[in-house]
């Protein structure tokens, strides 16, 4: 079962996404609405307002090796997310250091017409 939102990235669609994650994967969701909110984030700092994304949230795997993978495609093939080391001062700049203490891995992959940050978390 998974879970595809098309919109603009707009501040105001972080709690849009995170609630409808939330619905989707139920009470232990909080690491994925982590990783859709920053995503988003990104995306509106090195995109702009109103850029349109796709979320998809799917699950694969079973027993042990159970997982949520997160996705957020966006149009802008050459904004690749770079992580940072955010100096204790910065307010911002932690995003993509949250997204890998959340999650097992993640990465970025290119796609015709744009690109896909991706995080794969653990089920539950």
Known sequence: MSLT?????VPGAA????RAVREHLGADSADA???VSELLA??????????????R???SGSGRATRTRVELTDPGPHAW?????????DESGRGLALLAAVSLRWGVRRESGGKTVWAELPRP
């Not at 939102?5 to 990235?9: E, S, Y």
């Not at 709690?15 to 995170?18: E, T």
């Not at 990104?42 to 979320?55: C, K, M, Y």
Request: hydrophobic fraction near 40%; glycine fraction near 8%; include cysteine.
């Open 57 to 59: 949230v799917t699950g």
């Open 15 to 18: 709690p849009l996404l995170r």
């Open 81 to 89: 997310p770079t992580p940072r080391q955010a100096a204790e001062t």
């Open 33 to 35: 609405e982590l990783c």
């Open 42 to 55: 990104n995306v509106i700092a090195h995109l702009g307002e109103g850029t349109p994304v796709t979320l």
């Open 5 to 9: 939102v098309r919109l603009l990235a």
